[in-house]
């Protein structure tokens, strides 16, 4: 049953991540559109302006599961430290109930907040509702779920050992 739940785990992290690299090129290729419009062309597209904050915002909560699982939440790094190892165990499996009640928040008044933003428009591109930017704090979220619960499973806690 762990074995399973890590394959899936891998499965949704890597989704995640391939679609955060994705909207990191995206925000890069409508940059460098934007410089061109604007600098040499001297007619600025406004929508690119909006699209690049919209996905660099998906970027963000679609990385977030891959710093989870490879152990960069919050933690208590001294008493990691000195604490035995039945104590460090307890400490993180706290670590994690305590992040997946964050996340349970983000996910449930996430969704709550998409829905009400879905009559509001996005500035410069009136024909995308801002439920679209909004969603990405819910869906980052629940990818989220599965990478804390996976490092809770196999920890890749390795900051902690080369930390200084």
Do not use: H
Not at 59 to 78: E, H, K, N, T, Y
């Amino acid at each position: 049953m762990k074995n399973a739940f890590l394959n899936f785990e891998r499965w949704t992290s890597g989704i995640a991540m391939a679609g955060a690299c994705l909207m990191l090129a995206i925000a890069s290729v409508l940059g460098m559109f934007q410089i061109l419009t604007r600098f040499v062309l001297e007619q600025p597209a406004e929508w690119t302006e909006v699209l690049i904050r919209f996905s660099l915002i998906w970027m963000v909560f679609l990385a977030i599961p891959m710093a989870f699982r490879q152990g960069a939440m919050v933690s208590v790094d001294v008493l990691k430290r000195w604490a035995p190892p039945a104590m460090r165990r307890l400490l993180s499996g706290f670590v994690c109930v305590a992040t997946l009640a964050l996340l349970a928040v983000l996910i449930w008044w996430g969704w709550d907040y998409a829905r009400r933003g879905g009559v509001q428009t996005m500035a410069g591109l009136e024909s995308l509702s801002m439920f679209w930017a909004y969603l990405a704090v819910p869906v980052g979220a629940l990818f989220a779920v599965f990478g804390v619960i996976g490092n809770l499973l196999e920890p890749q806690n390795t900051e902690l050992e080369n930390a200084q």
